[in-house]
């Protein structure tokens, strides 16, 4: 069809070996200015920029054609360093597409060099409140010996005596949550290249009973994947019994750690 779009995967400078049928239907390469770009074509039906709005509305639709976004990225990965693209993207022709390798081609360039040899993984760390006071209400001596108060005395008084356990309990552990997202990020921090804090998700969002309390971001060289991991590991172990659960998924499309500017930006 002669008004069909260009909907784009990823940008690679090296030739893509994988079989792009055998990941995606209707996946190809189109070589410009020593730019491998992996594509398909698609109906101004559906991902016309009208049609396009009225679609990401529907969540079951973005849901499904998301998750195939990033598993198209992440196998091409597997043998090509990539710049992954948006979920959405899309060209009106192959000359649009060529322009924006040529206004964007220097920043491509960096961007290849910057992230070769490196993933991108993703660290979240969520928390267990009940159990975090239990072991507050445990294990604190402070919190043993106001305790122990309250049962020697009158009832006003441990009226009021219960009020500040209750408030010494909520410091505790607010500090405790603290220092394990700090210890944490610390840990990950002395092994990755690169960084990025990200928002905080609600419970509707992750769809878990507990609470996050870390976001964020690596940048990793391969050879220091397992060193990464392996940390992972041991934090997990030290803080899993007190109420903390650390997330680890990767390696992603390094969408993190992408900047493309064009050429001319600043003239």
Not at 36 to 50: A, G, L, M
């Amino acid at each position: 069809m002669n008004n069909e779009l260009i909907y784009v995967y990823c940008i690679s400078s090296t030739p893509v070996t994988l079989d792009l049928g055998s990941i995606h239907e209707g996946l190809k390469c189109i070589l410009f200015q020593g730019y491998y770009i992996i594509v398909k074509n698609v109906s101004p039906d559906e991902f016309s920029e009208e049609n396009l709005k009225k679609k990401f509305a529907d969540l079951s639709w973005i849901d499904k054609n998301a998750r195939d976004h990033i598993r198209v990225i992440s196998q091409i990965m597997k043998s090509s360093t990539v710049i992954p693209f948006k979920f959405g993207t899309i060209f009106k022709s192959e000359e649009n597409l060529g322009k924006f390798i040529s206004d964007y081609s220097d920043s491509l360039r960096e961007n290849l060099i910057n992230i070769e040899g490196k993933e991108e993984w993703s660290v979240k760390i969520y928390f267990d409140r009940k159990v975090l006071n239990e072991q507050i209400a445990e294990h604190s001596e402070t919190v043993l010996n106001i305790e122990q108060q309250i049962l020697e005395s009158s009832p006003g008084k441990a009226f009021l005596l219960k009020k500040k356990k209750a408030e010494l309990i909520e410091k505790e552990v607010e500090k405790l949550i603290k220092s394990c997202g700090q210890t944490c990020y610390d840990e990950f921090k002395n092994i990755s290249e690169l960084s990025r804090i990200n928002n905080l998700l609600p419970k509707e969002l992750t769809e878990r009973n507990d609470d996050m309390i870390l976001n964020v971001s690596f940048f990793i060289k391969k050879q220091r994947v397992a060193d990464f991991v392996g940390t992972v590991d041991l934090l997990q172990g030290k803080f899993k019994n007190i109420g903390f659960d650390i997330d680890v998924s990767g390696p992603w499309p390094p969408f993190s750690f992408i900047s493309i500017k064009e050429r001319f930006c600043n003239n």
